[in-house]
């Protein structure tokens, strides 16, 4: 596989991530009967904040991963970055959904240490 293949993979897992966190709010906006909001339902709450969240870092982050392939990053660094990134996100989503903070605590590590990785690699790669 070639850099820009790896980058590919760890995209459509995280949109499928999304889509998976999507469902859960709409099965539970459906159980609830709640149409706008949470209507106070702090299972529904939980479950759009962890949609929100995963929605606030994973498009960004796929751009990056998806540039700097781009840009010539070997596929081995590309598998590690989006491999942590992608452990992250499950990780801090059931940390979330769970209210579990060891999870949630070292899958925002694992979001956060790949994300800073590729912001300085695409303002290397970029200067160059």
Excluded: C
Aim: net charge positive; proline share 2%; hydrophobic share 55%.
């Amino acid at each position: 596989m070639n850099s820009t293949q790896v980058a590919a993979l760890y995209v459509g897992l995280n949109l499928a991530l999304l889509v998976l966190l999507a469902v859960r709010v709409v099965g539970r906006r459906r159980s609830a009967q709640v149409s706008l909001g949470d209507g106070g339902d702090d299972d529904l709450s939980r479950r759009i904040r962890t949609h929100g969240n995963a929605s606030e870092y994973v498009p960004a982050f796929m751009v990056g991963l998806f540039m700097t392939a781009a840009m010539g990053t070997s596929a081995i660094l590309v598998h590690a970055l989006g491999a942590s990134f992608t452990l992250g996100r499950l990780l801090h989503a059931f940390g979330l959904s769970a209210s579990k903070m060891g999870p949630r605590a070292l899958g925002m590590l694992l979001t956060w240490v790949p994300m800073l990785v590729i912001a300085g690699l695409l303002v290397w790669q970029g200067s160059f």
